[in-house]
């Protein structure tokens, strides 16, 4: 890339007391300037106007000691250009018809002060030009680097090496994108400019140590190398670097490494034990409950399937014991004991007492449920009743506790020997009789119905559904006759039998109610206790004003006499008429035809 001409005053980047006076005394001589680019093309015009009548224009270059070099010759007249036989610049060289000298592929040595020159017949005309050459440096690199750093040590870190770079540049050392300032003893830095003999290049090699501290375990380092460019003055930074820093444990500490936020009893329980050292420990000491001595171990201990003494304070050091963490462990625990359980068969009537005893870790909740329903009361049995019987379940939680929870079963079964109630009514159509045998018991006793006097069994009775130990066995008859029938209830304990008088069809018989469920039994006792205390104040009442009738007939014996004598008069008037009132509680048919024959006699 060819190098265009500048009219500026010369001056040396990077060079110390390059520029101030320097820089005017050329600005006054008017001296022209051309950067060029490494390898690039320099282009350099004529600084003088062409005058008229000339001959030829030559180009020089100067050394050191002032003497001059010519490199380069035009005719004007003859149109030719000549080269003159200088080693650095073969192939390299082209003057143009205005003068205008290209150098190609520059390099370092190209930076120097050359001279155009102009000859006519009467005068010889000569402008100096300055090349100036620039270099951009490789992208730094930091070589050499430590494998690992220890805190409290001054080592080497690394080498900054930036390469080919023209004029030569500065390297600075940077930490997390700070600059690095020299300290003595902690951060040590040398710097070396090394030029290449045969290209005129510089490479520049910063060498840093260091001495690091915990807090550098992840800095990030890197080194900027400052160069100047046609421009003026610029950088490139390296790729940053992190290194692995070594420090020593300074804190011991113990975790318990658990799936839920509590133990409980039956869970595995593993403890970790870490160091914040780098490398951080790779064996500790655990200290267990209950052990006088530290257990050996890698980083992690594990107990599986605790139990209620593991209960405690848990420990862990370094092997050599200087420096220790604890942690308390609760390992939580539910204990039920219900007293009593399994299957338990008791007799109806008999008391049976019943207890859940919980131990845990912690407050529990306690509650029983009853045929998969749960109860608002815990189950107490004074008196057993067949709805007592059922599947009982005390069950308790530690809420707190994720999946610690127990129950225990108790099966009660209430046995009774056969109980036997009969009613009878007639029916609403007076064309028929529905008897009942109502039964209790358990297990469930099979019914029987038969005739008394013939013996023959009834097949046609209905049960309705057994319900707590009672149902009841119904049949629907329609007597000629009076008749005696008989229940017959049985099962593994007992057999038991009751008999009942049936009247004719054509005999009513007195409505007798069925029994109550046991819904309505204590509405049924409410009403029959009403009813007995109304019946004994009437009792008292009429007592009272009999005594008071009694005290005054005394005293009127007269009216006394008057009034037997009326009641002599009228009873003496009533007809004598027997009653056909057959009593409903009669024992058996023959009683029955006894007393159907006494009543003709009375009749006739």
């Known amino acids: 890339m060819p190098s265009s001409p500048s009219v500026q005053p010369v001056a040396v980047p990077g060079c110390?007391?390059?520029?101030?006076?320097?820089?005017?005394?050329?600005?006054?001589?008017?001296?022209?300037?051309?950067?060029?680019?490494?390898?690039?093309?320099?282009?350099?015009?004529?600084?003088?106007?062409?005058?008229?009548?000339?001959?030829?224009?030559?180009?020089?270059?100067?050394?050191?000691?002032?003497?001059?070099?010519?490199?380069?010759?035009?005719?004007?007249?003859?149109?030719?250009?000549?080269?003159?036989?200088?080693?650095?610049?073969?192939?390299?060289?082209?003057?143009?018809e205005n003068y205008t000298l290209s150098i190609k592929n520059a390099r370092i040595s190209d930076e120097k002060r050359f001279v155009c020159m102009l000859v006519t017949e009467d005068d010889v005309s000569e402008e100096p030009t300055i090349v100036k050459v620039f270099k951009q440096p490789s992208q730094p690199e930091i070589l050499h680097q430590a494998d690992l750093l220890e805190t409290e040590k001054l080592q080497m870190l690394g080498e900054c090496v930036a390469r080919d770079s023209y004029p030569e540049g500065n390297v600075t050392w940077y930490k997390n994108g700070r600059i690095l300032q020299p300290v003595e003893d902690v951060v040590v830095i040398n710097l070396q400019k090394i030029v290449d003999k045969s290209t005129g290049l510089f490479t520049m090699t910063s060498s840093l140590q260091y001495m690091p501290t915990k807090e550098d375990a992840d800095a990030k380092f890197s080194c900027i190398v400052t160069y100047y460019g046609p421009s003026g003055q610029k950088t490139i930074q390296s790729e940053p670097i992190v290194f692995d820093v070594h420090y020593p444990t300074e804190k011991v500490t113990i975790q318990v490494l658990s799936q839920s936020r509590t133990i409980k009893e039956g869970d595995n329980i593993t403890l970790k034990c870490s160091g914040n050292g780098n490398p951080p420990p790779q064996e500790f000491l655990f200290y267990i409950p209950g052990e006088t001595e530290g257990i050996r171990s890698s980083d992690t201990y594990v107990m599986t399937d605790v139990r209620r003494n593991a209960t405690g304070e848990y420990k862990c050091s370094l092997t050599d014991k200087s420096m220790m963490d604890s942690t308390t462990i609760t390992v939580h625990?539910?204990?039920?004991?219900?007293?009593?359980?399994?299957?338990?068969?008791?007799?109806?009537?008999?008391?049976?007492?019943?207890?859940?005893?919980?131990?845990?870790?912690?407050?529990?909740?306690?509650?029983?449920?009853?045929?998969?329903?749960?109860?608002?009361?815990?189950?107490?049995?004074?008196?057993?009743?067949?709805?007592?019987?059922?599947?009982?379940?005390?069950?308790?939680?530690?809420?707190?506790?994720?999946?610690?929870?127990?129950?225990?079963?108790?099966?009660?079964?209430?046995?009774?020997?056969?109980?036997?109630?009969?009613?009878?009514?007639?029916?609403?159509?007076?064309?028929?009789?529905?008897?009942?045998?109502?039964?209790?018991?358990?297990?469930?006793?099979?019914?029987?119905?038969?005739?008394?006097?013939?013996?023959?069994?009834?097949?046609?009775?209905?049960?309705?559904?057994?319900?707590?130990?009672?149902?009841?066995?119904?049949?629907?008859?329609?007597?000629?006759?009076?008749?005696?029938?008989?229940?017959?209830?049985?099962?593994?304990?007992?057999?038991?039998?009751?008999?009942?008088?049936v009247s004719a069809i054509s005999i009513p018989e007195y409505d007798e109610p069925e029994d109550r469920t046991d819904d309505n039994s204590e509405k049924v006792n409410d009403q029959a206790k009403l009813i007995v205390g109304i019946v004994v104040g009437l009792l008292l009442v009429a007592l009272v004003a009999g005594v008071v009738y009694w005290l005054y007939v005394k005293k009127s014996n007269d009216a006394k006499g008057k009034s037997e004598k009326a009641a002599a008069q009228n009873f003496a008037s009533l007809p004598r008429t027997a009653s056909k009132h057959v009593d409903k509680d009669l024992g058996n048919i023959e009683e029955n035809k006894k007393l159907e024959e006494n009543n003709h006699k009375s009749e006739t």
């Open 333 to 501: 625990y539910l204990d039920l004991q219900l007293t009593p359980s399994g299957e338990v068969t008791k007799q109806i009537g008999e008391a049976l007492p019943v207890s859940c005893t919980i131990s845990s870790s912690r407050n529990a909740t306690v509650f029983w449920i009853k045929d998969n329903t749960r109860m608002q009361t815990s189950p107490s049995f004074s008196s057993l009743q067949y709805q007592d019987a059922g599947n009982y379940v005390c069950e308790t939680t530690l809420q707190e506790v994720e999946g610690l929870r127990k129950r225990q079963t108790l099966k009660l079964i209430v046995e009774g020997k056969p109980q036997i109630k009969m009613t009878k009514k007639t029916n609403t159509n007076k064309m028929s009789k529905t008897i009942i045998c109502h039964v209790e018991g358990f297990p469930k006793p099979a019914v029987q119905w038969t005739v008394t006097g013939t013996g023959s069994i009834i097949n046609k009775a209905k049960e309705t559904k057994y319900v707590n130990g009672k149902f009841a066995s119904k049949i629907i008859i329609a007597p000629e006759e009076n008749v005696t029938l008989t229940c017959i209830a049985e099962n593994e304990l007992e057999r038991t039998v009751t008999s009942m008088n």
């Open 16 to 96: 110390p007391g390059a520029g101030g006076s320097r820089r005017l005394r050329f600005a006054a001589l008017g001296l022209y300037t051309v950067n060029a680019i490494y390898g690039d093309t320099i282009i350099m015009p004529c600084p003088l106007e062409v005058p008229e009548g000339l001959m030829f224009g030559k180009w020089k270059y100067e050394m050191p000691n002032g003497s001059p070099v010519f490199i380069a010759f035009r005719s004007s007249t003859k149109k030719s250009v000549q080269y003159d036989d200088v080693p650095d610049y073969k192939d390299r060289l082209s003057l143009s």
